[in-house]
């Protein structure tokens, strides 16, 4: 039997995840653990539940219901995460949505038909499939199965990645993927640990075997983090380290803090940065950077 994908969210309509109109699946479990993480919820490789103070009615339906006396009513805080074991009872009586599940599992059949509801759009706008997360990558042997299923439908698939994977484990799914969507964060390894918790010796390394080996396009992105990434000496070395790979394009992408919002719901071991956001003057500096060094920046 092949393995479920664990996946934390499916959204549709996207537009800023490869070419044309894309449904983007998000897979649970990540290898490092970014400081300015958009999607907390996607590090866990479990499933896990999430609380938003907001929607709850104080009803205590779900304390009634946990098997193991997880549900506290201290504060802001709901769940006793030491002992909660994730049964889900307490999702199922909590009618205001207070309690969700992050992270539903799928066969590939399953996540297939998921995929395939928007193949008109797909179709009509040379869009497709984006693999993200999360880190897809983790969820290697569920891809085995997925990927060729979604080429046999002849989907466009761009996988998003950290680039911290085992090389070995994705080379066999190259002929599957037609786009990947590379980040490049740091390239002093000991500044990339203090950033996301591991040092970017696999991720340097894994790019360039990617590059040499010309199988699926790599679109390199570099996300703009105030004083962390977006730095004067960060984004020079990156430039460097892209002519030394005759990378020609990058894209983009500013800070926002859509991830910080969710931290409080989950169990996460990061904090909000709360950073401002960057300037289009600032934006148009660093895109000018890139420019002058011959290296298109695209900006979203
Ligand atoms: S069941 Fe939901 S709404 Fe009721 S107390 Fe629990 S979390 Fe709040
Ligand atoms: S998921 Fe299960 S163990 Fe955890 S708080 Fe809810 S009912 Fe209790």
Not at 71 to 95: N, P
Request: a negative charge; charged letters at 25%; proline letters at 6%.
């Amino acid at each position: 039997m092949p393995e479920d994908g664990i996946v934390f969210d499916l959204q549709r309509f996207s537009l800023h995840d490869g070419p044309g109109i894309r449904t983007v699946i998000f897979f649970k479990g990540c290898p490092l653990c970014c400081q300015w993480c958009q999607n907390p919820e996607g590090l866990e490789p479990r499933p896990e539940i999430s609380f938003s103070k907001e929607k709850c009615l104080g009803c205590q339906e779900c304390q009634k219901v946990c098997p193991v006396r997880a549900i506290v009513f201290e504060g802001t805080k709901r769940i006793d995460r030491q002992v909660c074991d994730r049964c889900g009872k307490c999702v199922e009586v909590c009618y205001a949505e207070a309690l969700r599940i992050v992270g539903k599992s799928y066969t590939p059949a399953e996540l297939l038909e998921e995929a395939m509801t928007d193949m008109p759009f797909f179709v009509s706008s040379g869009g497709g499939i984006t693999l993200s997360g999360g880190e897809p990558t983790c969820q290697a042997d569920f891809l085995t199965s997925f990927l060729p299923l979604c080429k046999e439908k002849e989907l466009h698939i761009a996988l998003e990645t950290c680039g911290c994977f085992v090389y070995e484990e994705l080379e066999p799914l190259l002929s599957c993927v037609d786009l990947i969507l590379y980040d490049i964060k740091a390239i002093d390894p000991v500044l990339h640990q203090k950033l996301t918790g591991r040092s970017n010796k696999t991720i340097l390394e894994n790019l360039g075997k990617l590059l040499k080996k010309d199988e699926c396009a790599v679109q390199v992105r570099v996300p703009l983090i105030p004083t962390l990434t977006a730095t004067d000496e960060n984004l020079k070395a990156i430039l460097v380290f892209l002519k030394e790979h005759n990378i020609t394009e990058v894209s983009l992408l500013p800070y926002h803090k859509m991830g910080e919002s969710k931290l409080e719901g989950i169990d996460s071991p990061l904090r909000p940065l709360n950073l401002a956001r960057m300037s289009e003057q600032d934006l148009m500096n660093i895109s000018a950077l890139f420019r002058n060094a011959g290296i298109k920046a695209l900006t979203y």
